[in-house]
């Protein structure tokens, strides 16, 4: 039998549930979810020493939080050498990165995917943020011209810092150059240039001050017409410049509540019951309690 | 106030405690607790102990982790975790777990609807143990495949992730928005298909019997690791014992009582039994060995010592 505490508490909740301020302010708290955005800058200076050429790269992770009530952040990082001149490895090590940047070594022609997790907590929970960059290391034969931006760029002889993340529909980028005037003054390029690995596809994305570009994925209609792979890698390159710093930071928002469909839950919530209830009885052989 | 009224009190005041605390500030320091409170709930309290174990399995998994800041967090973590078990045993299932409470409330629905109760046969309380120790495979083995890479990544919290309190409990918060299938990704809309399924199977199936997910919650096995220690017990005098079995009818997981240690396995302390049970002084429940509830005869409430 439902008793007065029961009753009361499900009348509360009812009263909660259909008032339309507080649907709205439901409404709100899912929009407006905490999340952490992460920073990631490869800086990849070239180094010419006995003849040999490597870069000193720097990795630099920064991030932020919608929410000033969030914890500090702490941020994991894990480097992989994906493609390198000895053998290819997949040795992940994870370390606090101290103090928000790290530098590795790469030997010529090496391509090192470096993975970065970020971590912070409010009101108890755990919010994450991830995200990889590939880094390059340059070989003396590989430099490429200025401005490359053709159909299909040989990617890993790109002077720049090449980033590779996951990227799924709807998806919204926000994408910051190092630099916001190049060395000589003159101001970044406007575009960068978006490549689907799979079907070598390039999507442009421009931005007002050449500095700041945003841009929300939408793969089936931008990227390709064939259908998309949504667990292939894009590359985001940053077109090539003479002078231009070799330095971009990508801002991954991806929505939680994107793609969902809660009149489909309710429908199969709604089925497994009924479903179960018929069933069940039968199924498990229930016997009335004496 | 008596013992019934005392524990549905307690359960209330739980339950608001685990969905709005942490919008008051009340965070306990994200300390995991042996009970369903669930952390998918925004501004809720804190999470429970599977998610915690699901989460430090993948920040351990890399070497170094475990002697570091995170290893010791999570050590932490458990110790304090272990003592709030000894100390309550499974009076977190029974007067603390807002999901336990849920169960209550459509049980008893399902009582005026006169759906219910009804017992499980043995082959299906069999079944129900299969799945419980698979749920706790899955709590443990998914982590680090993932981690390895041979899952998704989208099973990450697979057990959350299915566990209908993570449906029921956001709802009940004013959070609707965990009723959903994720079309994210395959493995999304597998594990959110499989989420909803369960819940209304769940539901469905507790109007029927008591509780039927505590049957399936992997954290009652945890509980049995350190059911040696616990200090709130029920014992019964088995010289007063007619073995009538109305304790067991009217348990609400339809405990036995084990002859050898003359207790009720995997008693919530409900009291319920105390009130069923004819002989006065048969059963008691005893807090620290100290006497506290005793069962006083047929028509009679228990008493408080």
């Not at chain 1, 009885?281 to 309690?289: T, V």
């Not at chain 2, 629905?109 to 109760?117: D, S, T």
């Not at chain 2, 990544?153 to 709802?171: K, T």
């Amino acid at each position: 039998m439902l008793n007065k505490f029961s009753s009361i508490f499900l009348l509360i909740i009812a009263v909660f549930s259909l008032w339309p301020g507080a649907v709205k302010a439901a409404v709100d708290a899912s929009d407006g979810r905490p999340q952490i955005f992460l920073y990631l800058l490869a800086d990849n200076p070239q180094k010419e020493a006995d003849g040999q050429v490597t870069q000193d790269v720097v990795l630099k992770v920064n991030s932020e939080t919608n929410n000033p009530k969030f914890q500090s952040v702490d941020i994991y990082y894990s480097f992989s050498e994906v493609f390198g001149p000895a053998q290819p490895q997949a040795t992940w090590y994870w370390a606090a990165l101290d103090p928000n940047q790290t530098r590795l070594k790469l030997s010529s022609g090496s391509l090192v995917k470096a993975q970065i997790k970020a971590r912070a907590s409010l009101d108890g929970r755990f919010y994450y943020a991830m995200g990889e960059i590939l880094i390059y290391g340059r070989g003396q034969n590989q430099s490429s011209g200025p401005g490359q931006k053709s159909e299909e760029p040989l990617w890993p002889s790109l002077k720049l810092a090449n980033t590779s993340i996951v990227l799924r529909t709807g998806d919204e980028l926000l994408l910051k150059t190092g630099d916001q005037l190049k060395p000589d003054g003159k101001p970044r390029p406007k575009t960068l240039w978006l490549r689907d690995d799979s079907l070598k596809k390039w999507a442009e994305i421009t931005s007002a001050d050449g500095y700041l570009y945003h841009y929300q994925i939408d793969l089936d209609k931008k990227l390709s017409s064939q259908g998309y792979a949504a667990t292939k890698p894009i590359y985001l390159i940053e077109p090539l410049d003479d002078g231009g710093a070799s330095s971009l930071t990508i801002w991954v928002y991806r929505s939680q509540t994107h793609g969902r469909s809660q009149p489909l839950g309710l429908a199969v919530i709604f089925a497994f019951m009924v479903g179960s209830f018929f069933l069940f009885p039968r199924f498990l052989a229930l016997k009335p309690a004496k | 106030m008596t013992f019934s009224r005392l524990r549905l009190l307690i359960q209330h005041l739980f339950l608001i405690l685990s969905l709005f605390a942490g919008k008051f500030g009340l965070s306990f320091g994200g300390q995991a607790l042996p009970c369903l409170t669930c952390s998918l709930v925004m501004g809720g309290c804190n999470g429970c102990l599977i998610r915690f174990i699901q989460f430090y399995l993948i920040f351990l998994s890399g070497p170094g982790a475990i002697f570091g800041a995170e290893g010791l967090g999570f050590l932490k973590a458990i110790i304090v975790v272990i003592v709030l078990t000894i100390l309550l045993g499974r009076l977190w299932c029974g007067w603390l777990c807002p999901f336990g409470l849920v169960q209550d409330w459509l049980s008893a629905i399902g009582r005026k609807l006169r759906l219910g109760p009804h017992h499980l046969s043995k082959r299906a309380e069999s079944f129900f143990k299969s799945v419980k120790y698979i749920l706790l495979l899955v709590v443990f083995l998914v982590p680090p495949l993932i981690e390895l890479g041979y899952i998704h990544q989208d099973f990450f919290y697979a057990f959350c992730q299915i566990c209908p309190s993570g449906v029921i409990l956001p709802l009940l918060a004013g959070q609707p928005g965990r009723v959903a299938v994720n079309f994210a990704s395959s493995p999304s809309i597998l594990i959110t298909f499989i989420s909803m399924a369960l819940t209304g199977c769940i539901v469905s199936l507790t109007l029927f019997i008591h509780r039927p997910w505590c049957r399936l919650c992997p954290l009652t096995v945890f509980h049995s690791l350190f059911k040696k220690f616990r200090l709130i017990d029920l014992k019964r005098q088995p010289e007063l014992c007619s073995s009538c079995r109305k304790c067991q009818k009217v348990c609400p997981l339809e405990s036995t009582i084990d002859l050898k240690k003359n207790t009720i396995k995997d008693c919530l302390g409900c009291g319920q039994c105390l009130k069923a049970c004819p002989k006065a002084g048969c059963l008691s429940l005893k807090v620290a060995s100290k006497l506290t509830l005793i069962s006083s005869g047929p028509k009679q409430m228990a008493r408080c010592d």
